[in-house]
């Protein structure tokens, strides 16, 4: 979305992309007291995360588990933050419950089947492309084409509705997430920053179809006995700065990394030379789940340009938002990153 | 409200109120297998709870834990049932939050005070008329009359707002509990029978206020973080036919009760024939708690009309809504309900 410009306010041309990271510390602000050199650890940027060296205040950093790889790390935050917070935090999901997932192929979609399998006995049903169903077939419990009438379909199965219908996808899907919900069902329309992974093409229908989506009173919420929602990832992070509930998240996360409970789902790995061909894969909805760009690999096209692998300076910023100033700069190369 | 007329489809006069009652099984259908006569039991009713017997389908009737009073358990169902439902299915309500409850002092603000301090380090903020302040002082954090602009007086002390807003009133009230939450933070339109017992005069504005409730995008609460939802006891219960769900919770709440946690605020209790008086009371907005009418207890009156404590039969239903010509006739007499 960031690269078509289907987003509000996009930065100014040229900048560069890139949300989430991971890689090696290289230098650390003065005033941060929990990370040091050569820790390995993801990091959440405000953009700018397709570099060879990032800087990023302390508190957007997260120290990686043992064992993680670069390329889990980069492809873990967006999605499993965003998974962890729609199935738990707003969709209090319970055993025995039901749960809609759409673009079941995408990062966040992979994602929010695992962590469904943590709760016993939760039927997921999901919608993704037809061209992804064999790839999908064992994550979830019912796959439909987005083309059919999936609320119908689901109907025969569960008369009463689902219990947690998770929508990245807006427009008409909203009206319907809300009507296919069991009495006390949660419905929460979503985004994160790594739609650009993902079915770009539903998101894009996100700002086309705004006027689609009916406007709701809390009296008809009480009258039926429903809960709607809605979840933004970065706007909770970057503005609503709610980065210590988003810490004890990630804690979590890491835990059931660590257990083997949840794992990346890495479509391919690309080198920053073949960008374009990492995009032109995701613009076509050719990926199940996330793809990785990685600057320590080699290019795959045969005109190889080869990056200048320099290290930038870069400041770090205490968690106390302390004096930038005092902080020594700081950079982690040679690491991946996700588009 | 029901006595006022204040409420959609009311019954056709004259009709027996009463919503919920405790007391004694006398008699149980034939495919009733989980209770027999001499049960000690909470009965919850669809209308007609207000008289010496009641007949009542099975599924709507719960053993009351020993030690438990007819006139606690008279009190008990609705407030309690729809407090929980409240606080932790739809609020999700975690240690260290804080939670705006109004009408602190009628029947479902009482428990939800009480529940709310079954969490730990939860912080409530309160609305409730200024004459039940002092009374009420000791069961809340922050108490405000209703009158004054209590999202600015809660502003100054948590800046960022509240987790959970828990609103009988609606109207404007909506508006503002909305406005108030922090990000992630859950607002709980609510209403259930007991209405009659508690601030009517901020219910009835419930009916005439619809046209003061702005309706809502979902892509609003995605732009905020933000979660909105309605709860109503009886739809969930009558219609939605939930009664599985209600009786897990009724479960918990009886081991809550048991264990000292929570217990009934019953402002007063009357005989039938002061349900003038009672209803009186409970108009002046005199009560804090529930108003409990007791057909075993004599009345204040000094014209006295003696109760006609026949017995009446009545039939019970199973729970499996097994043909009624089957079920033996049951009666219930001489026990509390509340109004």
Redesign the interface.
């Known amino acids: 979305m960031v690269r078509q410009g289907a987003i509000d306010n996009p930065p100014k041309v040229p900048f560069v992309m890139g949300f989430e990271c991971a890689g090696e510390v290289e230098a650390i602000g003065e005033a941060v007291e929990d990370l040091k050199i050569g820790d390995r650890v993801i990091a959440v940027t405000d953009y700018r995360a397709w570099a060879e060296s990032v800087c990023v205040p302390a508190q957007f950093v997260y120290k990686m588990p043992a064992g993680m790889t670069f390329q889990d790390g980069a492809a873990f935050f967006m999605n499993y933050v965003t998974a962890y917070?729609l199935l738990f935090?707003?969709g209090?999901l319970r055993p025995g419950q039901s749960v809609l997932v759409h673009s079941a192929g995408g990062g966040v979609g992979t994602a929010l089947c695992q962590l469904c399998k943590t709760v016993e006995n939760v039927t997921v049903f999901g919608t993704a492309s037809t061209q992804k169903h064999e790839a999908l077939k064992d994550k979830l419990d019912h796959l439909y084409d987005h083309g059919v009438d999936y609320s119908q379909e689901i109907r025969k199965i569960s008369p009463d509705g689902v219990d947690v219908v998770l929508d990245c996808l807006?427009g008409e899907d909203?009206n319907k997430g809300?009507s296919i919900l069991k009495?006390?069902g949660r419905?929460v329309?979503?985004?994160s920053s790594n739609v650009v992974t993902g079915e770009t093409k539903s998101f894009f229908s996100f700002a086309k179809s705004?006027w689609h989506?009916?406007?709701?009173?809390?009296?008809?919420?009480?009258?039926?006995?429903?809960?709607?929602?809605?979840?933004?990832l970065r706007?909770?992070l970057f503005k609503?700065r709610?980065h210590d509930?988003v810490r004890r998240l990630v804690g979590t996360l890491f835990d059931l990394y660590t257990a083997g409970k949840i794992r990346p789902q890495i479509d391919s790995v690309w080198a920053f030379d073949d960008v374009i061909l990492a995009m032109q894969r995701m613009h076509d909805r050719a990926n199940v789940g996330k793809i990785v760009l990685d600057p320590s690999i080699e290019s795959k096209q045969q005109e190889t340009i080869h990056l200048n692998l320099t290290l930038v300076t870069l400041q770090c910023q205490a968690p106390s938002d302390a004096d930038q100033s005092t902080n020594a700069p700081t950079a982690a190369p040679k690491t991946p990153r996700t588009t």
Chains 1, 2 share one sequence.
């Open positions: 917070v935090e707003i209090n807006c909203t809300i009495p006390l419905y329309l979503f985004g705004w989506v009916d406007k709701i009173s809390p009296i008809k919420l009480y009258d039926e006995n429903k809960i709607i929602a809605g979840f933004h706007e909770l609503q709610r509930f």
